[in-house]
């Protein structure tokens, strides 16, 4: 008889303790929100729908937020070769059959509907994207009626079950640098069972009802970008209005009233663009000049409002000397690792997955480097050396990581303060201007 899925797999459970901790040192902070609206009752058979941003990062992200096992549906032309089918089966994905995959492929949804119910059933959450493909962009797609065929089946199949649709939100600082803040937000569980009357009646209204309702729930979950003319603009104008908008709420600077900042301003500006599209396009203008004269000063917009006295920037680079030694010697000991994917990330065209290969490249590297580190210190000297110069290496390569982002920053600050004042003097009124503008928006 054929494992399910979803059955319990030991070397499944002992690589997910290695991602979620690898996950957890990728990125900066992970805000998790609304985990009391995941049931508790053993009689919910429970459904994630997040948002699809950042291609294997999203599903690794949900799997970091549940301790158990999570079954994951996928698109089904990553399934084309055997040897890749049989590791994403092993990682509990299942295919799922579009009409661009071809009408005859698309019977085999039959089974994988079935294999879902199953998994539902047996108490295994399940997750599906609900955009249907994936958007590099903050902005929720139309939903594709997939899970919802699903969730109505289960409903239907499993009486003894409520199933539930949680939508969920995932929002990152940085789509593909490690070292980004995340924030996932779930919003209250919609109940499948309320709209089964009318899917009963007529499965096209049911379908859409459900639909646009979780649609509906999951938009307030991000930042919500609607313009298509001004998208770039509206995006990079909520970036340096966010801190703003935080000291006017009288609120502290975290990823999550961060993130709450930049919905709020993207709420007004999309609907500036359609009151006041004049004053929309003189002040994505004068963004575009402001944030092109920074990239050519290699500044950044932090550094124009917080500029460093020349005491501060003397004690910062005495500092970052005095700590030298400590980060040359975390970086020569894991340069490899930790450079090895980068070289080969930058030659990817699609930025989309950039941060998806960086991830798997730098988990088992990073892996198999400190094994080996291990085996040959321990041979050479003894295990109890070899496991304290591995945690020394660690230790010093996480300090060396934070050293090159106090280095930049620093480097950053002394372009600034070396600008000449007819530069300084232009930036600071550009930068005024812009954040008065949108104080008069928001």
Sequence with gaps: MKKKIQAFDLKYWLLKIYVRF????????ICIEGKENIPEDKNKAVIYAPNHQNALMDALLMLYLQPGSTVFL???????????????????????????????????????????????????PLCLMPEGKQSFRRSLLPLVKGMFRIAFQAQQEIQDKDVVIIPTGIDYTDYINSGADVVIRLGKPIEVKSYLPVYEESQPKG?????????????????????????????????????????????????SNLLNARKKLTVSLDQAEIKDPEQTATLCELYNTYSSRLKSLKINHQTIQQPLSLIKIILKIAGLVVSFPLFFSGWIANCIPAYTPRLIVKKLKDDSFKSSFNFVLWLFLYLLYYIFSFCIIGFLYSWISGLAIIICMALSGKFAYFYSGWRRDLLCKIRHRTLNKKNQYELEEMSKNILKILSRII
């Excluded at 690898?22 to 902070?29: E, L, S």
């Excluded at 509907?113 to 108490?123: A, E, H, K, M, P």
């Excluded at 104008?237 to 609120?251: F, G, H, N, R, V």
């Design 207 to 255: 379908l859409n009802a459900l639909r646009d309702d979780v649609s509906a729930a999951m938009a307030p979950l991000i930042q919500n970008i609607r313009s298509e003319k001004y998208y770039q603009e509206f995006y990079g104008l909520s970036t340096i209005a966010d801190d703003m908008i935080c000291e006017k709420d009288k609120q502290e600077k975290t990823p």
């Design 74 to 124: 996928a698109r089904a032309d990553i399934f084309k070769k055997k040897k890749i089918a049989k590791i994403l089966h092993f990682l509990k994905m299942l295919p799922i059959y579009r009409i661009r995959d071809g009408r005859d492929e698309l019977d085999k949804n039959f089974d994988i509907f079935n294999q879902s119910v199953d998994v539902l059933r047996d108490g295994i």
């Design 22 to 29: 690898a996950i957890r040192q990728f990125y900066g902070k």
